[in-house]
Every structure is written in C-alpha cells, then in structure tokens.
Nanobody, 121 residues
Framework: QVQLVESGGGLVQPGGSLRLSCAASGSIFSINAMGWYRQAPGKQRELVAGITSGGSTNYADSVKGRFTISRDNAKNTVNLQMNSLKPEDTAVYYC???????????????WGQGTQVTVSS
C-alpha cells in the first residue's frame, strides 16, 4: 500500500503565508512527478504546481511568483510554500504522486486525503 499524507493547511489572512507538506510512504519503488492540486467549492480540481524527479517545475499562471514547490527525493516528500495568499486561493489542496510500486510495472497516480486552506480576514 502507498500513502500520501498532507499537513500544513489552515486559516490565514490575505497576504499571509502557509507551507504545505506531503510525505509518501509504503511500497514505493520510485517516484516520477509529484504535485499539488486544489479544488474550490463548485469548481473542478486544478493543477497548482508540479515537480519532476529531476527538479523541473511548472505552475498555474494564477500562482506564479507566489508559490514555490520543492521535493526531497531521498525522503519522498514534496512541499508547497505559499506566499501572498489571496482569498481566491481558498480550496482543498491535494498532494499527488506518479510512482512505481515495483520495477517492471506501470506508474500509477496516488492522492493524499486533502488539506483545507482558507484565506480570509
């Protein structure tokens, strides 16, 4: 079994910062890309930021310059530093990993349970 466990969500005022963390554990052979998605009420889940095993990153236009994604390949963790938060960043944030559970198998997507981020005064 593979588990992705997120932490770090909460309530913050506009302009504030939060740091989300996600740790992948279990039967993991190797991890390709990791990323963070979010889903606001009534909206579809969207990619916020992604990072490859080599460290290449991509961001949604709405968060460029404010959010930074990073990962520790040795610890199977991915983080999302969120600065200058806006009310429109309010959503449930999900960690995602594209990984292999054993050699010779296909990579599969795994998701965390989600963590709520609320930006409000």
């Amino acid at each position: 079994q593979v588990q992705l466990v997120e932490s770090g969500g909460g309530l913050v005022q506009p302009g504030g910062s939060l740091r989300l963390s996600c740790a992948a554990s279990g039967s993991i052979f190797s991890i390709n890309a990791m990323g963070w998605y979010r889903q606001a009420p009534g909206k579809q889940r969207e990619l916020v930021a992604g990072i490859t095993s080599g460290g290449s990153t991509n961001y949604a236009d709405s968060v460029k310059g404010r959010f930074t994604i990073s990962r520790d390949n040795a610890k199977n963790t991915v983080n999302l530093q969120m600065n200058s938060l806006k009310p429109e960043d309010t959503a449930v944030y999900y960690c995602n990993a594209d990984l292999y559970v054993s050699p010779g198998t296909s990579a599969s997507d795994y998701w965390g349970q989600g963590t709520q981020v609320t930006v409000s005064s």
